[in-house]
Protein backbone atom coordinates (compact mmCIF):
# COMPACT_ATOMS: atom_id res chain seq x y z
CA UNK A 1 0.00 0.00 0.00
CA UNK A 2 1.17 3.36 -0.98
CA UNK A 3 1.84 5.83 1.79
CA UNK A 4 -0.31 8.40 0.64
CA UNK A 5 -3.05 5.62 0.61
CA UNK A 6 -2.22 4.48 4.06
CA UNK A 7 -2.60 7.87 5.18
CA UNK A 8 -5.76 8.51 3.66
CA UNK A 9 -8.63 8.12 6.51
CA UNK A 10 -11.74 6.00 5.85
CA UNK A 11 -13.97 7.74 7.98
CA UNK A 12 -13.34 11.45 6.52
CA UNK A 13 -16.36 13.22 5.58
CA UNK A 14 -16.99 14.90 2.34
CA UNK A 15 -19.51 18.00 1.55
CA UNK A 16 -22.20 16.84 -0.69
CA UNK A 17 -25.12 18.63 -2.61
CA UNK A 18 -28.21 17.03 -4.66
CA UNK A 19 -31.90 16.79 -5.11
CA UNK A 20 -33.84 15.02 -2.36
CA UNK A 21 -37.50 15.10 -3.27
CA UNK A 22 -37.30 17.88 -5.76
CA UNK A 23 -35.81 20.10 -2.80
CA UNK A 24 -31.71 20.95 -3.32
CA UNK A 25 -29.91 19.55 0.20
CA UNK A 26 -26.42 19.47 0.96
CA UNK A 27 -24.85 17.00 3.64
CA UNK A 28 -21.47 16.00 5.27
CA UNK A 29 -21.21 11.93 4.52
CA UNK A 30 -18.40 9.85 5.77
CA UNK A 31 -16.69 8.35 2.47
CA UNK A 32 -17.77 4.57 3.68
CA UNK A 33 -21.37 5.47 4.31
CA UNK A 34 -24.08 4.12 1.91
CA UNK A 35 -26.69 6.13 0.66
CA UNK A 36 -29.34 4.23 2.48
CA UNK A 37 -28.02 5.52 5.95
CA UNK A 38 -27.42 8.70 4.46
CA UNK A 39 -31.18 8.94 3.94
CA UNK A 40 -32.50 7.04 6.79
CA UNK A 41 -29.76 9.09 9.33
CA UNK A 42 -29.40 12.46 8.20
CA UNK A 43 -32.70 13.53 6.14
CA UNK A 44 -34.99 10.92 8.35
CA UNK A 45 -36.85 8.79 5.15
CA UNK A 46 -37.29 5.85 6.98
CA UNK A 47 -39.17 4.73 3.48
CA UNK A 48 -35.64 3.38 2.46
CA UNK A 49 -35.75 0.15 4.05
CA UNK A 50 -32.17 -1.45 4.99
CA UNK A 51 -32.24 -5.28 4.66
CA UNK A 52 -29.70 -6.86 3.51
CA UNK A 53 -27.69 -4.49 2.75
CA UNK A 54 -25.56 -5.79 -0.15
CA UNK A 55 -27.55 -5.57 -2.91
CA UNK A 56 -29.91 -8.50 -2.73
CA UNK A 57 -33.89 -7.80 -1.13
CA UNK A 58 -34.12 -4.40 -3.52
CA UNK A 59 -36.21 -3.06 -0.04
CA UNK A 60 -33.87 -0.14 -0.15
CA UNK A 61 -34.65 0.66 -3.48
CA UNK A 62 -35.03 4.25 -4.70
CA UNK A 63 -34.60 6.40 -8.18
CA UNK A 64 -31.49 8.18 -8.85
CA UNK A 65 -31.72 10.74 -12.24
CA UNK A 66 -35.33 8.51 -12.87
CA UNK A 67 -33.33 4.92 -12.54
CA UNK A 68 -34.61 2.72 -9.78
CA UNK A 69 -30.92 1.66 -7.67
CA UNK A 70 -30.11 0.02 -4.72
CA UNK A 71 -29.36 3.17 -1.89
CA UNK A 72 -26.95 0.16 -0.08
CA UNK A 73 -25.05 -0.27 -3.38
CA UNK A 74 -24.42 3.64 -3.55
CA UNK A 75 -22.25 5.30 -1.73
CA UNK A 76 -23.67 8.79 0.02
CA UNK A 77 -21.13 10.49 -1.90
CA UNK A 78 -21.97 9.32 -4.98
CA UNK A 79 -24.89 11.05 -4.85
CA UNK A 80 -23.53 14.61 -4.94
CA UNK A 81 -25.27 16.45 -8.53
CA UNK A 82 -27.87 13.74 -8.96
CA UNK A 83 -31.47 14.04 -8.64
CA UNK A 84 -32.62 11.39 -5.72
CA UNK A 85 -36.31 10.55 -5.26
CA UNK A 86 -37.97 7.88 -2.39
CA UNK A 87 -40.93 6.60 -1.85
CA UNK A 88 -41.97 9.51 0.50
CA UNK A 89 -41.25 12.01 -2.57
CA UNK A 90 -43.23 9.51 -4.65
CA UNK A 91 -45.79 9.82 -2.70
CA UNK A 92 -45.89 13.33 -1.44
CA UNK A 93 -45.73 14.17 -5.27
CA UNK A 94 -48.64 12.28 -6.04
CA UNK A 95 -47.15 10.50 -9.03
CA UNK A 96 -47.76 6.94 -7.50
CA UNK A 97 -51.02 7.20 -5.55
CA UNK A 98 -53.28 5.06 -8.35
CA UNK A 99 -50.58 2.43 -7.67
CA UNK A 100 -50.76 2.85 -3.96
CA UNK A 101 -54.30 2.43 -4.35
CA UNK A 102 -53.53 -1.02 -6.16
CA UNK A 103 -52.09 -2.05 -3.52
CA UNK A 104 -54.36 -1.38 -0.88
CA UNK A 105 -57.22 -3.17 -3.14
CA UNK A 106 -55.24 -5.88 -3.89
CA UNK A 107 -53.61 -6.51 -1.45
CA UNK A 108 -50.19 -6.59 -2.19
CA UNK A 109 -48.84 -5.69 1.34
CA UNK A 110 -48.82 -7.64 4.86
CA UNK A 111 -46.11 -6.61 6.68
CA UNK A 112 -45.27 -3.55 4.12
CA UNK A 113 -41.52 -4.08 4.87
CA UNK A 114 -40.67 -4.92 1.15
CA UNK A 115 -43.57 -2.35 -0.38
CA UNK A 116 -41.69 1.02 -0.61
CA UNK A 117 -38.98 -0.76 -3.11
CA UNK A 118 -41.43 -2.65 -4.99
CA UNK A 119 -43.46 1.02 -5.10
CA UNK A 120 -40.19 2.61 -6.38
CA UNK A 121 -39.50 -0.47 -8.57
CA UNK A 122 -42.74 -0.18 -10.33
CA UNK A 123 -42.95 3.43 -10.37
CA UNK A 124 -39.80 2.92 -13.04
CA UNK A 125 -41.64 0.67 -15.04
CA UNK A 126 -44.78 2.51 -15.16
CA UNK A 127 -42.68 5.63 -16.14
CA UNK A 128 -40.95 3.48 -19.01
CA UNK A 129 -44.41 2.15 -20.30
CA UNK A 130 -46.06 5.83 -20.71
CA UNK A 131 -42.44 6.81 -22.54
CA UNK A 132 -43.06 3.89 -24.73
CA UNK A 133 -47.27 4.05 -25.21
CA UNK A 134 -47.69 0.77 -24.05
CA UNK A 135 -48.71 -1.84 -21.43
CA UNK A 136 -46.33 -4.41 -19.49
CA UNK A 137 -47.46 -7.57 -19.73
CA UNK A 138 -47.50 -9.59 -16.44
CA UNK A 139 -44.14 -10.95 -17.50
CA UNK A 140 -42.26 -8.15 -17.62
CA UNK A 141 -43.64 -7.03 -14.28
CA UNK A 142 -42.61 -10.00 -12.96
CA UNK A 143 -39.22 -9.15 -14.71
CA UNK A 144 -39.02 -5.79 -13.15
CA UNK A 145 -39.63 -6.72 -9.89
CA UNK A 146 -37.50 -10.22 -9.85
CA UNK A 147 -34.94 -7.99 -7.46
CA UNK A 148 -37.24 -6.98 -5.09
CA UNK A 149 -38.00 -9.80 -2.49
CA UNK A 150 -41.42 -10.19 -0.38
CA UNK A 151 -41.42 -12.73 2.06
CA UNK A 152 -45.13 -12.62 2.97
CA UNK A 153 -47.46 -12.31 0.00
CA UNK A 154 -46.37 -14.14 -2.79
CA UNK A 155 -46.09 -12.42 -5.86
CA UNK A 156 -49.71 -12.79 -7.80
CA UNK A 157 -51.09 -9.96 -5.97
CA UNK A 158 -48.40 -7.66 -6.43
CA UNK A 159 -48.35 -8.37 -10.34
CA UNK A 160 -51.99 -7.79 -10.22
CA UNK A 161 -51.73 -4.55 -8.60
CA UNK A 162 -48.88 -3.00 -10.93
CA UNK A 163 -50.99 -4.67 -13.94
CA UNK A 164 -54.46 -2.55 -13.37
CA UNK A 165 -52.13 0.45 -12.34
CA UNK A 166 -50.50 0.35 -15.96
CA UNK A 167 -54.20 -0.65 -17.92
CA UNK A 168 -56.08 2.16 -15.99
CA UNK A 169 -53.30 4.83 -16.72
CA UNK A 170 -53.18 3.74 -20.43
CA UNK A 171 -56.49 3.37 -21.07
CA UNK A 172 -56.58 7.38 -19.41
CA UNK A 173 -53.56 8.29 -22.13
CA UNK A 174 -56.15 7.05 -25.03
CA UNK A 175 -59.07 8.82 -23.43
CA UNK A 176 -57.06 12.13 -23.74
CA UNK A 177 -55.65 11.10 -27.18
CA UNK A 178 -58.92 10.93 -28.75
S1 LIG B 1 -30.99 -3.45 1.61
FE1 LIG B 1 -30.35 -2.80 -0.35
S2 LIG B 1 -30.82 -4.48 -1.67
FE2 LIG B 1 -31.28 -5.22 0.35
S1 LIG C 1 -45.27 -7.56 2.47
FE1 LIG C 1 -43.89 -8.42 3.93
S2 LIG C 1 -42.03 -8.63 2.82
FE2 LIG C 1 -43.47 -8.04 1.33
Known amino acids: MSENRASENPDREHA ?13 VPARMHLG ?5 AFGLTGVHLGCEHGVC ?13 ACLMLGVQA ?34 CTPGMLVTAAELLAEGEE ?9 IRAAI ?21 QARHAARREVAE
Open 37 to 41: DLLRG
Open 58 to 70: GACTILVDGRAVR
Open 146 to 166: SGNYCRCTGYHAIVDAVAVTA
Open 132 to 140: AGDVPSRDV
Open 16 to 28: VAFTLNGEAVRAR
Open 80 to 113: DGTRVETVEGLTESGRIRDLQDAFHTRNALQCGY
